[in-house]
Nanobody, 129 residues
């Protein structure tokens, strides 16, 4: 089992940047694929980006390609989401998630409520126009 805690959210103007961090407990962080999801008020939870256990494979939803970058540091048990050129439509609660590495990035093409993701508590990102 893994416990996740996000940080780095906040209020930023359009065009600005934020870096989210997700710290994981335990000594088996490298056995998990990691992802970032977001959920805006009244909307469904959506995948933003994901990264495999080694960092050698990543996935991004189309709306963030070229603006966001996911990375991980297995030595620090942390996954990051660098968000640049933020827009008001990026406003949401951002959640970190983990799944066993054996699944690769299969669980991050779309949010699947039947999948047993490990979740963090979320961090609010608000982008003002």
């Amino acid at each position: 089992q893994v416990q996740l805690k996000e940080s780095g959210g906040g209020l930023v103007q359009a065009g600005g940047s934020l870096r989210l961090s997700c710290a994981a407990s335990g000594r088996t962080f490298s056995t998990y694929s990691m992802g970032w999801f977001r959920q805006a008020p009244g909307k469904e939870r959506d995948v933003v980006a994901a990264i495999n256990w080694s960092g050698g494979s990543t996935y991004y939803t189309d709306s963030v390609k070229g603006r966001f970058a996911i990375s991980r540091d297995n030595g620090k048990n942390t996954v990051y989401l660098q968000m640049n050129s933020l827009q008001p439509e990026d406003t949401a609660v951002y959640y970190c998630a983990a799944t066993p590495a054996t699944g690769g990035l299969n669980y991050y093409r779309d949010y699947d409520p039947s999948v047993s993701y490990y979740w963090g508590q979320g961090t609010q990102v608000t982008v003002s126009s």
